[in-house]
């Protein structure tokens, strides 16, 4: 599992010029799911969301997570997290779970967290859905996560 987890003042998902869901204070977390994942990945991607150390203390510096502020996650799916473009210069997506069983994962990782974090602070996209993705980055503050450790 991959997530680009980027500090916000905000951030919103339209679908269809429609407002589906937004956040303020919190992460941002464009989430890609491949087809090695299991709930091991899920309990890792959550444990680094909520325990992740990037929003500044009283001294400014980069002590606090998301919840010792008490913020919010918004969760996108994005499968392009897993583009391979070491050959030619269309990505491969071969590594990038799709189908029933992605959903299945990516409905898994939001409900686990509203399990461990505070429900009404969790919001979504909608998976495999074309969405316009809006942003204030607060910093900016961008961190990648891997599962499998690969960075």
Not at 22 to 45: Q, R
Request: overall charge neutral; hydrophobic content about 40%.
């Amino acid at each position: 599992m991959r997530a680009v987890v980027q500090r916000v003042k905000s951030a919103s998902v339209n679908i269809d010029n429609k407002l589906y869901s937004s956040i303020n204070k919190g992460l941002l977390v464009l989430l890609g799911i491949s087809n090695n994942d299991t709930e091991e990945d899920i309990a890792y991607i959550i444990d680094k969301l909520i325990n992740l150390r990037i929003f500044k203390d009283e001294n400014n510096k980069m002590n606090n997570s998301v919840e010792s502020i008490k913020g919010e996650i918004l969760i996108v799916s994005q499968f392009t997290l897993y583009g391979d473009v070491r050959k030619g210069r269309r990505p491969s997506y071969t590594e990038a779970l799709n189908g029933d069983k992605a959903i299945a994962l990516y409905d898994k990782l939001i409900c686990s967290l509203k399990k461990d974090y505070y429900q009404d602070k969790i919001k979504s996209g909608e998976f495999g859905t074309m969405m316009d993705v809006e942003l204030i980055n607060d910093g900016p503050v961008t961190i990648l996560l891997d599962s499998k450790r690969l960075f």
